[in-house]
């Protein structure tokens, strides 16, 4: 089945430094979707792509789709205190005909502040 | 618009009892779906509606969980006779489609999610 591989599985960060972790899969994906969960709550979205190659920024979070369709990047620049958490990346099961159901999760990159 | 509503936040329950969890979607999204999240690991897929058909189940789901959506609206999962493997954090998110589009365009909107805890 289509799987979700993530890196790194975890970090440690400096405020101001940049952050970067991708995600790759064996499977291609029509959509990629990155996601940040504090704890106890559940994922909120931070940035869809929807094309290979397309490269959309969200503030100080920049994501690209890979041109292969089986990757994608997420960059944080100039990290702050409040960017600590665990993100993920996701991706609609694609479906014979184009339509897309659930989505397939990776297990997460977690951002600590460097002690 | 108020988001992806659930209901309760936390549950603490005894081995063997039943519980049940609510979930009410954005309203405008014609799909909802269930996922479980353990420690460490990323949402899993339970199920999904379409309105009130439900169109997907996983392995995950085994024959002691249930899930409802009536009339299309909130759904409501149900697990019988608890056991301590069922306590994970239960995400339920709805989503639009837009099926114009090449490929179609879809989004997703989580809850909050019910931390369940079996003692």
């Known amino acids: 089945g289509q799987q979700l591989n993530q890196s790194p599985q975890s970090m440690f960060i400096q405020e101001g430094e940049d952050v970067s972790m991708n995600c790759t899969s064996s499977?291609?994906?029509?959509?990629w979707l990155w996601y940040k969960q504090d704890p106890g709550e559940g994922p909120v979205l931070l940035i869809a792509?929807?094309?290979?190659?397309e490269l959309t920024s969200n503030g100080r979070l920049t994501a690209q789709f890979g041109i292969t369709r089986k990757d994608s990047f997420l960059n944080i620049s100039a990290s702050i205190p409040s960017d600590v958490g665990i993100y993920f990346c996701?991706?609609?099961?694609?479906?014979?005909?184009?339509?897309?159901?659930?989505?397939?999760f990776g297990k997460g990159t977690k951002l600590s502040v460097k002690p | 618009d108020t988001g992806v509503s659930q209901d309760p936040r936390h549950k603490i329950t005894k081995r063997g009892q039943n519980v049940t969890f609510r979930c009410d979607p954005i309203?405008?999204?014609?799909?909802l779906y269930w996922y479980r999240q353990t420690l460490g690991q990323g949402p899993e897929f339970l199920t999904y509606?379409?309105?009130?058909?439900?169109?997907?189940k996983s392995r995950l789901l085994s024959d002691r969980f249930s899930a409802e959506r009536p009339k299309g609206s909130f759904s409501t999962l149900e697990i019988q006779r608890t056991e301590q493997g069922d306590s994970a954090m239960y995400l339920c998110?709805?989503?639009?489609?837009?099926?114009?589009?090449?490929?179609?365009?879809?989004?997703?909107?989580f809850g909050s999610g019910t931390r369940l805890t079996v003692v």
């Open positions: 792509l929807y094309k290979a190659g």
């Open positions: 509606f379409q309105n009130e058909a439900q169109l997907e």
């Open positions: 499977s291609i994906f029509n959509t």
């Open positions: 996701a991706g609609p099961k694609r479906y014979y005909g184009g339509s897309q159901g659930n989505l397939i």
């Open positions: 998110a709805s989503s639009w489609v837009r099926a114009g589009t090449r490929p179609w365009k879809v989004g997703y909107t």
């Open positions: 309203s405008e999204h014609n799909r």
